[in-house]
């Protein structure tokens, strides 16, 4: 899920945060498959600030027009401005993890 947000919205924690690299491509992935290889990532302008616990969202920044694209369907434009990036969670019981592909 990516949701747009108010640059003053953004927890001051998430601009300490290292720039996540870019993929062999260029993207930015902000999943990819495990069993497929597949990912959906973000092609364009921008940094990806990943937090280390995997439960907690990413943070995408995009100073120009951009596209989340997927092998498997239509890209998705997004236009510039900050977004929250939350992975599907599931409830295992015992615990909660990141839904893997």
Same mark, same amino acid.
């Given at each position: 899920m990516i949701i747009?947000?108010? &640059?003053?919205?953004?927890?001051?924690r998430v601009h300490t945060l290292p720039a996540a690299p870019r993929d062999a491509r260029g993207r930015l992935v902000l999943a990819l498959g495990e069993a497929t290889g597949?990912?959906?990532?973000?092609v364009g302008q921008g940094t990806l600030l990943r937090d280390a616990d995997p439960l907690r969202p990413q943070h995408l920044q995009l100073t120009s027009a951009a596209r989340v694209v997927?092998? &498997?369907?239509?890209?998705?434009?997004?236009?510039? /401005?900050?977004?929250?990036?939350?992975?599907?969670?599931?409830?295992?019981? /015992?615990?909660?993890?990141?839904?893997?592909?």
């Open positions: 747009p947000v108010a &640059e003053e919205s953004v927890p001051a597949h990912a959906h990532a973000v997927h092998e &498997e369907h239509d890209a998705i434009s997004l236009p510039p /401005g900050w977004y929250r990036v939350v992975r599907q969670r599931e409830y295992v019981p /015992g615990s909660v993890r990141v839904v893997a592909d």
